[in-house]
């Protein structure tokens, strides 16, 4: 669904530059603001899940730390 609202917000894009009553340079300004807006958003996405991702593997490594801990301290351990 997200690259169906990609596509048609990017083609929607397109044609409005072509079709945009102004000088070359102005619609060449656009386009390139447009497509660092584009690549700017796929960054920003990558950079937050990266950043979820790296926090959901410490937190696991985290927890593991924890219960292997209790596990040593729990003085009614059979060990």
Do not use: H, Q
Request: glycine share 6%; proline share 3%.
């Amino acid at each position: 669904m997200s690259w169906i609202a990609f596509t048609i917000s990017f083609l929607g894009m397109v044609i409005g530059v072509v079709y945009i009553d102004v000088d070359f340079p102005t619609k060449g300004f656009l386009g390139m603001s447009y497509l660092f807006s584009v690549t700017s958003c796929f960054m920003v996405a990558k950079v937050v899940r990266d950043k979820y991702e790296a926090d959901k593997f410490i937190n696991k490594i985290e927890s593991a730390k924890t219960e292997k801990f209790l596990n040593e301290s729990n003085p009614l351990s059979l060990s």
